[in-house]
């Protein structure tokens, strides 16, 4: 019944979000052409590496362009639901609209994270599939059901770290009232995701492996739809990750609360 009623909740966001849209239609077809000519650059900057090798480390070309579609179809999803909403957490402290917020008969925090979908992110998800698509077609790839599955639910992980993480960094505004730079700082930190492990070494893996897991985010899906996922370690790492960071977010959330004074006191 909750879920239910919460489902109802979103789709009534869902549709405010659309009759918004295609008030700026022109607006909104724009950024969907920006979104596939960087997604396209991307691919292209890879094509352009392996004319001059056959290899970056045991990633051959194919399996890292199907990195860079798991990369971004994780990145849209996450664009899709919460980045906008994280953005403008600090306009809600700002100008007082979060007192609006509190008193709604939901979650705050739900609220909050999925206020305002980004529709122009599904349309680029939806290119990110077919790439992963075609490069599934050039290494004669044919995954399992299971292997799908698993596929799904580790995108889920990283869109979990990903919206917690930056979810946490919003919550700077408590302190600071604006912090959409920061925040935006964290979404250049997603091209990291991109890239295979292969190319990170020492500290730098360290860092973007377990305290901000950049490279656990899309290299292990990417390397499960591939078959070339050598133990299920790196995924119970994953899921595990995603976790710890949630209930983090939690707690800072519950914190960042505690520290909010309304606008009216």
């Known amino acids: 019944m909750l879920l239910r009623r919460y489902a109802s909740i979103y789709s009534a966001l869902w549709k405010n979000s659309v009759t918004r849209e295609m008030t700026f239609k022109l607006n909104f077809l724009l950024w969907i052409i920006v979104d596939l000519l960087w997604f396209t650059l991307q691919i292209c900057f890879f094509s352009v590496i392996y004319s001059h090798t056959e290899r970056i480390g045991d990633w051959t070309k194919w399996e890292v362009i199907l990195l860079a579609g798991a990369g971004n179809f994780i990145q849209q999803i996450f664009v899709a639901l919460f980045q906008t909403n994280m953005v403008h957490m600090s306009e809600h402290v700002r100008t007082g609209r979060l007192d609006f917020l509190l008193l709604l008969p939901v979650n705050t925090r739900f609220i909050v994270s999925l206020r305002q979908p980004d529709l122009n992110a599904y349309v680029t998800g939806i ?26 639910l580790l995108c889920v992980a990283g869109v979990l770290i990903h919206y917690s993480i930056m979810f946490m960094i919003s919550c700077i505004c408590f302190w600071t009232v604006r912090a959409e730079g920061i925040v935006w700082g964290y979404y250049h930190l997603l091209q990291v995701s991109r890239q295979p492990d292969a190319a990170f070494s020492g500290l730098f ?3 973007f492996t377990f305290v901000i897991p950049m490279i656990l985010v899309a290299n292990v899906p990417a390397k499960l739809l591939a078959g070339t996922l050598k133990s299920p370690f790196e995924m119970l790492l994953l899921l595990g990750i995603s976790i710890v960071i949630y209930l983090a977010s939690e707690a800072v959330w519950r914190f960042s609360m505690k520290r909010y004074r309304s606008a009216s006191s």
């Open 127 to 152: 290119l990110a599939v077919a790439v992963m698509v075609y490069a599934g077609i050039k290494l004669d790839l044919s995954p399992s059901p299971a292997a799908i599955a698993g596929f799904l």
């Open 205 to 207: 893996r360290i860092f």
